[in-house]
């Protein structure tokens, strides 16, 4: 048990200090434009590469239902539609989607 802790302590130790060190000592650089830009997207291309594959791996056999709920997630979401409705309003109509596939 105690080799479980400690080997608990040491992946944390090891996963929060190199995010601890670039941290406290960004704040005293100063980036170009151009790099504050490219690392004001990086959180948008993490998300992207994180969501992508989810999407398209959703059901094995219905392989285009990820697809329509993200696209009816995107146009919602570029008209500016609150994410509560986004939510609803996807999940709405991909059950209706699940709904009417077997009469297909």
Do not use: H
Request: hydrophobic letters at 60%.
């Amino acid at each position: 048990m105690i080799d479980a802790n400690l080997l608990i302590i040491g992946c944390a130790l090891v996963t929060f200090i190199p995010r601890l060190i670039p941290a406290i000592f960004v704040e005293k650089l100063n980036f170009s434009r151009d790099v504050e830009k490219f690392l004001n997207l990086i959180p948008y291309t993490a998300l992207a590469a994180l969501i992508c594959p989810g999407v398209l791996t959703v059901d094995s056999q219905l392989w285009y239902i990820g697809l329509i709920g993200a696209i009816i997630a995107a146009c919602l979401a570029w008209k500016k539609v609150p994410l509560g409705a986004i939510v609803i309003v996807t999940v709405v109509v991909l059950i209706a989607v699940y709904s009417i596939v077997p009469f297909f």
